[in-house]
Nanobody
Framework: QVQLVESGGGLVQAGDSLRLTCTCTTSDRSFSSYAMAWFRQAPGKEREFVAGITRSGEQTDYHYSVKGRFTISRDNAKNTVNLQMNSLKSEDTAAYYC?????????????????WGQGTQVTVSA
């Protein structure tokens, strides 16, 4: 049983920063058994990969549109994964979802992830 809860979304202006946090509760495997990722979905669009991090946290991957602006990190002692978002743009507006993949490698395909949070809304006004 894995539960993912996102927090930190909100309404900001272009150029502002936000920090999203995903807190994982698991009753079977340790948090460090899961590769983690953030996805986002805007109205009328498909869910897209934003950033991923391997189980140890040593490797990360980003969508080209957020490279240099977003940073994903994890704290395996606190069972959390964060997404620091700087220099936000209106096109970053979307619902952001946390996802977990048991023994995964932070793939970009959402079908690889077994567990999902409910999402947190990020709205960036121009």
């Amino acid at each position: 049983q894995v539960q993912l809860v996102e927090s930190g979304g909100g309404l900001v202006q272009a150029g502002d920063s936000l920090r999203l946090t995903c807190t994982c509760t698991t009753s079977d495997r340790s948090f460090s058994s899961y590769a983690m990722a953030w996805f986002r979905q805007a109205p009328g669009k498909e869910r897209e990969f934003v950033a991923g991090i391997t189980r140890s946290g040593e490797q990360t991957d980003y969508h080209y549109s957020v490279k240099g602006r977003f940073t994903i990190s994890r704290d395996n002692a606190k069972n959390t994964v964060n997404l620091q978002m700087n220099s936000l743009k209106s096109e970053d507006t979307a619902a952001y979802y946390c996802a977990a993949d048991l023994f995964g490698r932070a793939y970009v395909d959402p079908r690889e992830y077994e567990h999902w949070g409910q999402g947190t809304q990020v709205t960036v006004s121009a």
